[in-house]
């Protein structure tokens, strides 16, 4: 069997949502999907997510959601990290943090996928080894289900391939996040995985990462703390569509995809 897995880059702020309420449904009846990932830790005026942003991603098609640094930037996505297994924060926080960091979840033909968040350790913040966690907890999935995914939401990409090379073999796909730049390495690994140094970014694109341009220059000309607005113009929506044979976990095919306003 052949499943269509889409994953969905980083969402920032109310542009990205709002072109996920009006493309993402046709592209998955299109394209046959029949699991879809995004990356939501920026999906809240840019920073974090709440409950009520989650479950307006899962009404528009989304199955699962990741997230990265961000995911405790807003209180209110607290309680549902502790009760819905579908919005997950990275593996690689310490045990006593809320919430999970991976789910098993069946896919529209019913067969179960695993779907891991981890978090980068280069330049960013200190947190736990994702390399040694990454062990566990594909052991664990592995005897439910072949077809794993991994969102490594990381800023090095050297980080990112690294991992890759790791789990090349061990799971389905190893796609980073954090960076909101789209990378032209996708590719299948020698033992089967597929893997992307990063998605990209669904959000505008007339930006500076999702930013109003004027509001990054003021701050890197001035040196004096300005607030980064979520800018308005060229959205898009950034991620990959991954084909993988559910009997060997092996990806077939990983393929960039990029959708603007008027497609």
């Given at each position: 069997?052949?499943?269509?897995?889409?994953?969905?880059?980083?969402?920032?702020g109310?542009?990205?949502?709002?072109?996920?309420?009006?493309?993402?449904?046709?592209?998955i009846d299109?394209?046959?999907?029949?699991?879809?990932?995004?990356n939501g830790?920026n999906?809240a005026?840019?920073a974090?997510?709440?409950?009520?942003?989650?479950?307006?991603l899962f009404?528009?098609?989304?199955?699962?959601?990741?997230?990265?640094?961000?995911?405790?930037?807003?209180?209110?996505?607290?309680?549902m990290?502790?009760?819905?297994a579908?919005v997950?924060?990275p593996a690689?926080?310490?045990?006593?943090?809320?919430?999970k960091?991976?789910?098993?979840?069946?896919?529209?033909?019913g067969?179960p996928?695993?779907?891991?968040?981890?978090?980068?350790?280069?330049?960013?913040k200190?947190?736990?080894?994702p390399?040694?966690?990454?062990?566990?907890?594909?052991?664990?999935?592995?005897k439910?289900?072949?077809?794993i995914?991994?969102d490594?939401?990381?800023?090095?990409?050297?980080?990112?391939?690294?991992?890759?090379?790791?789990?090349d073999?061990?799971?389905?796909?190893?796609?980073?996040?954090?960076?909101?730049?789209p990378?032209?390495?996708?590719?299948?690994?020698?033992?089967?995985?597929?893997f992307?140094?990063?998605l990209?970014?669904?959000?505008p694109?007339e930006?500076?990462?999702?930013?109003?341009?004027?509001?990054?220059?003021?701050?890197?000309?001035t040196?004096?703390?300005?607030?980064?607005d979520?800018?308005?113009k060229?959205?898009?929506?950034?991620?990959?569509?991954?084909?993988v044979?559910?009997?060997?976990?092996?990806a077939?095919?990983i393929?960039r995809?990029?959708?603007?306003?008027?497609?």
């Open positions: 069997m052949k499943i269509n897995v889409l994953v969905i880059g980083d969402i920032v109310k542009p990205g949502r709002v072109i996920l309420k009006e493309k993402l449904k046709p592209f299109k394209e046959e999907i029949h699991f879809c990932i995004a830790e999906a005026a840019g974090g997510i709440t409950a009520e942003i989650a479950t307006e009404s528009y098609g989304v199955d699962v959601i990741t997230t990265g640094d961000h995911v405790w930037d807003k209180k209110e996505i607290l309680p990290l502790e009760t819905d579908s997950l924060r690689n926080y310490s045990p006593l943090a809320m919430g960091g991976y789910v098993i979840k069946n896919s529209k033909l067969y996928i695993g779907v891991i968040n981890l978090l980068g350790r280069v330049f960013m200190p947190i736990d080894c390399f040694r966690i990454s062990d566990d907890i594909v052991k664990n999935i592995s439910e289900t072949k077809v995914f991994v490594m939401h990381a800023e090095a990409t050297s980080e990112k391939i690294a991992i890759g090379r790791y789990l073999g061990k799971v389905s796909a190893v796609l980073g996040t954090h960076t909101h730049v990378t032209a390495d996708e590719k299948i690994l020698p033992r089967g995985t597929a992307i140094s990063d990209g970014m669904t959000g694109h930006s500076v990462l999702g930013r109003k341009i004027e509001c990054v220059l003021k701050a890197i000309v040196q004096m703390p300005t607030r980064f979520v800018a308005e060229d959205i898009r929506i950034n991620g990959v569509k991954v084909v044979n559910s009997q060997t976990g092996n077939e095919s393929k995809i990029e959708i603007k306003e008027d497609d």
